[in-house]
């Protein structure tokens, strides 16, 4: 299984650990945000994670979007609820929400299915930084603070027009773009998702880019220079 390594479970509760929440945004995702770095003091669980296990747990449905309501700390316990409609909340242990799904039509169990779409968005949503928001940033002359990043996720969701496939999955980028509000700015990234040459569904990923200030070109190119040496070396 392409999660297992990536999560414990205990009774009820799943638990994730800062060193297998960083592995996976550094493996599965080619993420470097230092907020998943296990020594970080704002780290959390990466929202790719959450996602990836509710889509193992509640499988696809032709439309899901996903609400992230609160980070995750380290070994955090999680409730993943039965299924009972088309309204999932995911909680802590603590019973505050932190993911919560809204989903319609049929729904797909195939590991396959699951399993493509989760390696293949996980790697798309990896792309952020800097790929894709160094030219936004440049474009609004804004980047955030290099000595305390904060780039969250915010939400995503998508719609299939099938969940038969017959050929590989795969995601692309179909447009993204700015909204710059005076402190923050929101980040939409849509992309396609494809059954060989064929789209068979889309989406819109959220995030938000906080502690925003004036853009510094050599400034954010060292940060970008910096994260690309951390992911080569990796």
Request: glycine share 6%; net charge negative.
């Amino acid at each position: 299984m392409l999660l297992e390594s990536y999560y414990t479970k205990s009774g009820d509760l799943v638990r994730i650990s800062a060193q297998q929440a960083s592995t996976f945004a550094k493996q599965q995702c080619h993420d470097f945000n230092p907020i998943h770095d296990p020594d970080n003091k704002r780290f959390c669980v990466p929202g790719d994670l959450l996602f990836s296990l509710a889509l193992t747990v509640y499988g696809v449905s032709e439309s899901m979007s996903f609400t992230f309501t609160n980070m995750v700390g380290d070994s955090m316990g999680l409730v993943f609820p039965e299924a009972d409609g088309d309204k999932i909340v995911i909680t802590n242990e603590l019973g505050k929400s932190v993911l919560e799904i809204d989903k319609k039509g049929s729904t797909c169990h195939d590991p396959a299915l699951i399993e493509s779409l989760i390696k293949n968005y996980v790697l798309f949503s990896g792309q952020n930084f800097p790929t894709l928001l160094m030219p936004l940033m440049k474009k609004h002359n804004v980047m955030f603070n290099p000595a305390r990043p904060l780039v969250m996720y915010n939400s995503m969701s998508f719609e299939f027009d099938s969940l038969v496939l017959n050929n590989p999955l795969h995601v692309e980028l179909a447009d993204s773009y700015f909204e710059v509000e005076p402190k923050r700015a929101h980040n939409f990234l849509h992309f396609n998702i494809f059954d060989g040459q064929k789209v068979i569904g889309r989406g819109v990923k959220k995030m938000i880019v906080a502690g925003l200030k004036p853009y510094e070109h050599d400034v954010i190119s060292a940060f970008s220079d910096a994260y690309e040496l951390r992911r080569s070396a990796f």
